[in-house]
C-alpha cells in the first residue's frame, strides 16, 4: 500500500512530477567538489543523480497526513497554468495533481489544513487554481498555515527582488488570494498543529523556512521541507543548494535539525526526494550516514 503509519498518523506521497531539475550538482550546490558527488554517486543514481547527463534529480510533491480525523497536506508543488518566467519547465503546466490526490482517496474539499513550509515556487503552486480566468483556493475548506517571516519577504510590496527571480508572479497567484479569502494563518516559531505534529521554526533556506515534526506513540519523524534537497547533504551537510537565501543559517539548521533526527531515530522526509523517498539516519564521524531508506510509492 502507498501509505506508512507512524503512530497515530497514516502518511501518504502525491506527486505532482519528478526528474531532471536542469541543473548539473554544481549549479545546484554550489561549491560542492566533484570527489563528494562520486563517493556518493552508487546510492544517488538513479533517483537523485542522472547517470548520463549528471543533472540532478528531484521530486515534486506533498506529504499527505491523517491525524486526529483531520486530511493535513504538506507543501503543495508547483501548480497548473501558472507564468513562471524564470522557469520555462514549470511555466503553465498541465498535470495530473488531483488526480493523484484523488487516487489517494482525497478530494479537494477533504482537505483541512495546508501546511505550507516555506513560500517557495515549488512549495505553493497548487494553494489555488484557475478558475473562469481567477485564482481561487484550491482547497475551499482548508486553514492554510505559512510562516509569517516568509509571508513578509515574499510579498513584493516589501522585496524588490523578486522580479526576475524564481518567485516571480508567486505571491500574487498562489499566496495572495488565499489570504484574500480568509484561509490564511501566519505563526511564527512553534505552532501546534495536534497532539501528534508541531511545527518548528527552520530558516536559513528562506527566512520563514520550517519543517513539521511528528511524535507519537514511539514513532518520530521529521517532515524536512528543503532542509535537504538531496542524499548528498546527508553525508555533507556543509553543501548549501544555491537557493538558500541564508548559507550559514542554512547550514547551521540543516545539522541542529539532521542530529536530531539521529539521536531520536526519527524518520526524515523531505520534500523533493524521488524513488526513495523516506530515510533514517545515524551519525557519523562529523556528519551523517543512511541507516535505512523507507520507500514510499506515489500517487
Given at each position: 500500500?502507498?501509505?506508512?503509519?507512524?503512530?497515530?498518523?497514516?502518511?501518504?506521497?502525491?506527486?505532482?512530477?519528478?526528474?531532471?531539475v536542469?541543473?548539473?550538482?554544481?549549479?545546484?550546490?554550489?561549491?560542492?567538489?566533484?570527489?563528494?558527488?562520486?563517493?556518493?554517486?552508487?546510492?544517488?543514481?538513479?533517483?537523485?543523480?542522472?547517470?548520463?547527463?549528471?543533472?540532478?534529480?528531484?521530486?515534486?510533491?506533498?506529504w499527505?497526513?491523517?491525524?486526529?480525523?483531520?486530511?493535513?497536506?504538506?507543501?503543495?508543488?508547483?501548480?497548473?497554468?501558472?507564468?513562471?518566467?524564470?522557469?520555462?519547465?514549470?511555466?503553465?503546466?498541465?498535470l495530473?495533481?488531483?488526480?493523484?490526490?484523488?487516487?489517494?482517496?482525497?478530494?479537494?474539499?477533504?482537505?483541512d489544513?495546508?501546511?505550507?513550509?516555506?513560500?517557495?515556487?515549488d512549495?505553493?503552486?497548487?494553494?489555488?487554481?484557475?478558475?473562469?480566468?481567477?485564482?481561487?483556493?484550491?482547497?475551499?475548506?482548508?486553514?492554510?498555515?505559512?510562516?509569517?517571516?516568509?509571508?513578509?519577504?515574499?510579498?513584493?510590496?516589501?522585496?524588490?527582488?523578486i522580479?526576475?527571480g524564481?518567485?516571480?508572479?508567486?505571491?500574487?497567484?498562489?499566496?495572495a488570494?488565499v489570504y484574500?479569502?480568509?484561509?490564511?494563518?501566519?505563526?511564527?516559531?512553534?505552532?501546534?498543529?495536534?497532539?501528534?505534529?508541531?511545527?518548528?521554526?527552520?530558516?536559513?533556506?528562506?527566512?520563514?523556512?520550517?519543517?513539521?515534526?511528528?511524535?507519537?506513540?514511539?514513532?518520530?519523524?521529521?517532515?524536512?521541507?528543503?532542509?535537504?534537497?538531496?542524499?548528498?547533504?546527508?553525508?555533507?551537510?556543509?553543501?548549501?543548494?544555491?537557493?538558500?537565501?541564508?548559507?550559514?543559517?542554512?547550514r547551521?539548521?540543516?545539522?541542529?535539525?539532521?542530529?536530531?533526527?539521529?539521536?531520536?531515530?526519527?524518520?526524515?522526509?523531505?520534500?523533493?526526494?524521488?524513488?526513495?523517498?523516506?530515510?533514517?539516519?545515524?551519525?557519523?564521524?562529523?556528519?551523517?550516514?543512511?541507516?535505512?531508506?523507507?520507500?514510499?510509492?506515489?500517487?
Amino acid at each position: 500500500m502507498n501509505e506508512i503509519v507512524l503512530g497515530d498518523v497514516t502518511v501518504s506521497r502525491v506527486e505532482e512530477m519528478h526528474g531532471p531539475v536542469g541543473m548539473t550538482p554544481d549549479q545546484f550546490f554550489p561549491g560542492s567538489p566533484d570527489q563528494h558527488w562520486d563517493e556518493q554517486r552508487p546510492m544517488l543514481v538513479p533517483d537523485h543523480l542522472d547517470p548520463v547527463d549528471d543533472i540532478v534529480q528531484v521530486a515534486m510533491q506533498t506529504w499527505a497526513l491523517r491525524s486526529e480525523g483531520r486530511i493535513i497536506l504538506v507543501d503543495t508543488g508547483i501548480g497548473n497554468d501558472k507564468t513562471r518566467p524564470a522557469v520555462d519547465a514549470w511555466d503553465h503546466l498541465d498535470l495530473g495533481y488531483l488526480t493523484n490526490l484523488a487516487a489517494a482517496g482525497i478530494a479537494p474539499e477533504d482537505v483541512d489544513l495546508v501546511i505550507n513550509t516555506h513560500l517557495h515556487v515549488d512549495h505553493v503552486g497548487w494553494n489555488t487554481r484557475l478558475v473562469d480566468g481567477q485564482w481561487v483556493p484550491t482547497f475551499p475548506n482548508a486553514t492554510y498555515l505559512m510562516p509569517r517571516a516568509d509571508y513578509e519577504h515574499w510579498n513584493p510590496a516589501n522585496n524588490p527582488n523578486i522580479t526576475g527571480g524564481v518567485n516571480e508572479n508567486v505571491f500574487e497567484d498562489s499566496v495572495a488570494p488565499v489570504y484574500a479569502a480568509g484561509q490564511v494563518q501566519l505563526w511564527e516559531t512553534e505552532y501546534v498543529v495536534d497532539a501528534n505534529l508541531t511545527l518548528r521554526a527552520a530558516p536559513g533556506h528562506t527566512p520563514g523556512s520550517s519543517v513539521l515534526v511528528l511524535a507519537s506513540g514511539s514513532d518520530k519523524a521529521l517532515f524536512a521541507g528543503d532542509l535537504v534537497h538531496t542524499p548528498l547533504q546527508i553525508a555533507h551537510p556543509e553543501h548549501n543548494s544555491c537557493f538558500c537565501e541564508d548559507p550559514a543559517a542554512a547550514r547551521a539548521t540543516r545539522l541542529r535539525l539532521l542530529g536530531w533526527a539521529a539521536d531520536h531515530t526519527a524518520l526524515v522526509l523531505p520534500a523533493h526526494f524521488s524513488g526513495h523517498s523516506a530515510l533514517e539516519i545515524v551519525r557519523d564521524a562529523s556528519a551523517f550516514a543512511i541507516k535505512n531508506w523507507a520507500p514510499l510509492p506515489a500517487y
